[in-house]
């Protein structure tokens, strides 16, 4: 279990060499970018519990549209809706992308080789066991956890590279039991989440306190996309 934690943060470490950052330049802006991927993550749930009779447009879920079938006497585009595309794009591949976001965000505070000498498998191990026994059998609503678990990081965590290594353990293994709830393998996911963002073109933002990506046209025709059908559960 250690390894695929470490694995993750060494791709993150590779990500901030290339972009010349830092882990205490992601600090600022932590809070900030947790609570805007909860509530992207807030936003997935409710098209999950409503995408059958939720209102939506073309502008607001474009993925959601296909092209609809027209009269010959009339020929126009047309578009109409599909509500599996809808829960499929909005829905269930979104609240897996704030999962990865969130990891990301978190890991990005903590270079490999700390959370390496910072922690044991066998730490490891009492942590998973009990998050599994403790922790989320009381939970009504697991999501809770990540912004318990978030805001001690913020806390408590970024001066303290034991501290560091314990929360994203702990919030690595929130990630994967939501994601395994879904019926997702988050080490697969994460994969894809990390393939993409290692494509993105951007610069760093210092007001926004994070790596923006470039939305042009050109950059977004580059980028790779995150499969998450790649990390579905058999």
């Known amino acids: 279990m250690k390894q695929q934690i470490l694995d993750i943060l060494v791709e ?45 447009s073309c502008f607001t879920h474009p ?21 599996e595309l809808l829960l499929k794009h909005y829905g269930t591949d979104a609240y897996i992308d704030a999962l990865c976001d969130i990891m990301v965000f978190s890991g990005n505070l903590l270079e490999s080789k700390d959370f390496e000498a910072n922690i044991s498998e066998r730490d490891i ?56 709830e879904k019926g997702y393998n988050f080490n697969i996911a994460m994969s894809e989440t990390l393939k993409q963002i290692n494509s993105r073109q951007g610069a760093w933002n210092e007001a926004l306190k994070k790596w923006v990506k470039d939305t042009s046209d050109e950059a977004r025709e580059k980028e790779y996309q995150a499969n998450f059908d790649l990390a579905k559960l058999a």
Do not use: H
């Open 125 to 180: 191990a009492i942590i998973n066991r009990q998050l599994d026994e403790d922790i989320f059998p009381l939970s009504i609503d697991p999501t809770s956890w990540l912004l318990e678990y978030t805001s001690m990081f913020a806390q408590k965590g970024f001066t303290m590279p034991a501290i560091k290594a314990t929360l994203v353990a702990e919030i690595y293994f929130i990630c994967s039991y939501l994601a395994k």
């Open 63 to 83: 993925k959601a549209f296909i092209s609809a079938t027209t009269q010959k006497e009339f020929p126009i585009d047309a578009v109409r809706i599909d509500r």
């Open 12 to 56: 993150l470490d590779k990500w901030r060499a290339e972009r010349k950052l830092t882990t205490d330049s992601q600090q600022a802006g932590y809070i900030r970018n947790i609570m805007e991927e909860l509530g992207e993550l807030a936003a997935a749930i409710k098209v999950e519990q409503n995408y059958k009779t939720m209102a939506v």
